[in-house]
């Protein structure tokens, strides 16, 4: 009897073991899906389930991305990882809510969010409750990060950095024999708006360029009068800072009202969103935006990556959604390395995260996040709206075409 007991006792544990070590790992992933940002979202969504793709199934070709030529995560017996997919709809009670819900129903290891930083804060607020990791791809506002908050860790640039690249590159086009004299920022009025809006002024005077802000409101539906006040200060350039829909009435009205600056800078968000070219490429050509992807050579990671993403959604993958990935990837790696789904050994191996250049497909310096959760290796550049898409243009040893300056806009 304990011979035959003995015998099951061990043929239960050998079919115990391997099922824990493959169980699947329960990540949440909060995004606008639905609302005025929902291109966005469904873009960043599409970002996900490509890197779940890269990272459950063997794909060797991304020689140098972290967990690529595995199947699963090996320090985890090949588990495999699920997103939890929850839309915030761009409103920061709801991204609490569905937080809270991932957490506590779902039961998810940790969480990736969010676009919009008001959505951020909130839902960041939730994780640090409760001793989730929460890891951000996209939101910039600074204050994320300055709240003293311990599970909340952000991979991508922010306000400061994004400050500093336009003064840079305006500085360098002043040099070279260009007007640049004065400067506009206008944004919207949210958090998002405010801190990136805040950052351009403040490093721009420092500079000792002459700056005008425009402040407006996040969901208007007329900005004439702000295209006026522009058109009678006219600036030499122009910062925007704004989600999808204002960026696209705000290019409408120019237009209407028949002004245009020598140069139009957009802060990501709305220029990079997946329905702006679309919408209003033809009257923005030349239109500059920060961004940190570049799909590459043919034959490239990045490249690849890219076909990948276009198979899932016939498109190319942008800036937005490239900062997702990437956000996920170092999660995943995160969670390899501490071979746990405990929420304390997961974010101890993110505050340990120590990634280089080669082993990123954003063009970030690396990966390593500071005291506050911030990368600091995080750093951004210019590409140009030429034709139906972007181009590199700066800085001149990333750039895969040439700057055209001023903007053609509209002919």
Partial sequence: ??????????AMLAAAGPARAADTIKLGALYPLTGNSAPAG????????????????AHPEFKGLPLADTAGLPNLGGAKIEVIDADHQGDPSVGQQQALRLIT???????LGTYQSSVALTATAVAERYGIPFVIGDSVAANITQRGFKWTF???PIAGD????YVDFLTQMKRSGRKVDSIAVLNENTDYGTSIGGSIVEAAQKAGYQVMRIVYNAKSTDVSAQVLQLKDKNPDVAIFVGYTADEILYMKTLKELDYKPAMIIGDDAGFSDPSFIPAVGDISQGVLDRSAWDAGKPGSVTYRINEMYKARTGRDMDDTSGRWMQAF???ADAINRAGSTDPAKIQKALRETDLKPAQLMMGYRGVKF??????????????QLQGKSYKAVWPEARATATLQ????GWK
């Fill in 370 to 383: 500071d005291a506050s959760g911030q990368n600091l290796l995080a750093s951004t550049y210019l590409i």
């Fill in 1 to 10: 009897m304990k011979h035959m007991l003995a015998i099951l006792a061990a």
């Fill in 329 to 331: 990837f170092v999660l």
């Fill in 42 to 57: 469904q873009a960043a969504k599409a970002a996900i389930a490509v890197a779940v793709d890269i990272v459950n199934t």
């Fill in 162 to 165: 994004f400050a500093v690249s």
């Fill in 154 to 156: 952000r991979v991508t």
């Fill in 105 to 111: 129903r779902e039961h998810v290891a940790a969480l």
């Fill in 405 to 408: 300056w001023p903007m053609t």
